[in-house]
């Protein structure tokens, strides 16, 4: 997370001022995702206790909320990145950023209540709820945003085309993790610990894929763009 | 001033990272709001117009881009 902030930031030059400001919010989020990490790893350690992981609300247990603290912050800026790589009239930029900020906000809120429950009804229910904004997310992305690429340099379309496969491939994950813990019945406590630490990798690839190879393709589009638009390619 | 809005909103996310991480800590409001604030007044003053000004100063630029880093070291150590 930390050398894709580092890269996408000493890449800024490499693109024209435009592109830029979505460098930077790529930036932002695998920063802020780097640091989310480095206090779940405090978090854990402190939670750690004779072989075993408490995991609650309470000070020293380790707390899912932080990855939806996190991802509340987070996800809302990768959609805002894909709207500022393709550097739309401002009129559509807000009207798909004004769409898009709110759903994603409504699909991490509505994940959490299901996230920490233990009963597998409200799991399910928070689950199908949370997908509702996600749906609405992928509509506006496949449907609205097609409308926009008309006038984008070749290749980059294509390339738009990927970042959204790329996204559905990559927040397909969050929701196999988020059922993980209801795929066996009346769990041993080794299988509670097994499932728990699945889900957590399940969650760790996830936030890798969709945080830095969702950036690094955003800095491909910027840099296509600014080549297309008479940067010189040096790099 | 795009990237001081930046650094604004960079500070309320880790801030609010930090409290989750704080919380039962002893002063945890304290360590936690004391990133969260400024962030939060500086990504505010970064949309307000007369703060706009102030901020587009060059004395102040530096001085916000320092306060900024630091806190964002202070969120790793506290």
Same mark, same amino acid.
């Given at each position: @997370?930390?050398? *894709?902030?580092?890269?996408?930031?000493?890449?800024?030059?490499?693109?024209?001022?435009?592109?830029?400001?979505?460098?930077?919010?790529?930036?932002?989020?695998?920063?802020?995702?780097?640091?989310?990490?480095? !206090?779940?790893?405090?978090?854990?350690?402190?939670?750690?206790?004779?072989?075993?992981?408490?995991?609650?609300?309470?000070?020293? &247990?380790?707390?899912?909320?932080? !990855?939806?603290? %996190?991802?509340?912050?987070?996800?809302? /800026?990768?959609?805002?990145?894909?709207?500022?790589?393709?550097?739309?009239?401002?009129?559509?930029?807000?009207?798909?950023?004004?769409?898009?900020?709110?759903? &994603?906000?409504?699909?991490?809120?509505?994940?959490?209540?299901?996230?920490?429950?233990?009963?597998?009804? *409200?799991? +399910?229910?928070?689950?199908?709820? &949370? *997908?509702?904004?996600?749906?609405?997310?992928?509509?506006? /992305?496949?449907?609205?945003?097609?409308?926009?690429?008309?006038?984008?340099?070749?290749?980059?379309?294509?390339?738009?085309?990927?970042?959204?496969?790329?996204?559905?491939?990559?927040?397909?994950?969050?929701?196999?993790?988020?059922?993980?813990?209801?795929?066996?019945?009346?769990?041993?406590?080794?299988?509670?610990?097994?499932?728990?630490? %699945?889900?957590?990798?399940?969650?760790?690839?996830?936030? +890798? /894929?969709?945080?830095? +190879?969702?950036?690094?393709?955003?800095?491909?589009?910027?840099? @296509?763009?600014?080549?297309?638009?008479? @940067?010189? %390619?040096?790099? | #001033?795009?990237?001081?809005?930046?650094?604004?909103?960079?500070?309320?996310? #880790?801030?609010?990272?930090? #409290?989750?991480?704080?919380?039962?800590?002893?002063?945890?409001?304290?360590?936690?709001?004391?990133? =969260?604030?400024?962030?939060?007044?500086?990504?505010?003053?970064?949309? =307000?117009?007369?703060?706009?000004?102030?901020?587009?100063?060059?004395?102040?630029?530096?001085?916000?881009?320092?306060?900024?880093?630091?806190?964002?070291?202070?969120?790793?150590?506290?």
């Amino acid at each position: @997370m930390l050398a *894709t902030t580092v890269f996408t930031l000493v890449s800024q030059s490499r693109v024209l001022p435009k592109y830029r400001s979505a460098l930077v919010m790529s930036s932002m989020v695998t920063f802020i995702a780097g640091y989310h990490y480095f !206090r779940i790893f405090n978090s854990f350690n402190e939670s750690s206790k004779m072989g075993g992981v408490t995991i609650g609300t309470a000070q020293g &247990s380790f707390n899912e909320a932080y !990855r939806y603290v %996190d991802w509340i912050l987070t996800v809302p /800026l990768l959609l805002v990145e894909v709207i500022a790589v393709l550097a739309l009239a401002k009129a559509a930029a807000n009207s798909l950023i004004t769409r898009l900020v709110p759903a &994603s906000a409504a699909m991490i809120i509505l994940g959490y209540p299901g996230e920490i429950s233990s009963n597998t009804g *409200t799991k +399910v229910l928070y689950g199908i709820l &949370s *997908t509702l904004p996600f749906l609405y997310i992928l509509y506006v /992305l496949f449907v609205e945003l097609t409308k926009s690429l008309d006038r984008q340099p070749d290749g980059v379309a294509a390339t738009i085309g990927r970042l959204r496969l790329l996204l559905i491939a990559t927040w397909g994950v969050y929701p196999i993790s988020y059922l993980i813990p209801i795929l066996v019945k009346n769990p041993s406590a080794s299988q509670m610990a097994s499932l728990f630490t %699945d889900r957590q990798i399940g969650y760790t690839i996830a936030d +890798v /894929l969709a945080k830095c +190879v969702f950036g690094l393709t955003i800095y491909k589009i910027a840099k @296509m763009k600014s080549v297309a638009e008479g @940067m010189k %390619d040096d790099h | #001033m795009t990237n001081l809005r930046y650094g604004g909103y960079l500070l309320v996310a #880790m801030g609010f990272i930090n #409290m989750r991480y704080q919380t039962g800590h002893q002063n945890s409001a304290v360590h936690s709001l004391s990133i =969260i604030i400024p962030g939060a007044l500086l990504l505010l003053a970064t949309f =307000i117009k007369p703060t706009q000004k102030f901020l587009e100063i060059k004395n102040v630029k530096v001085v916000a881009g320092i306060a900024v880093v630091a806190l964002v070291a202070y969120s790793f150590i506290n």
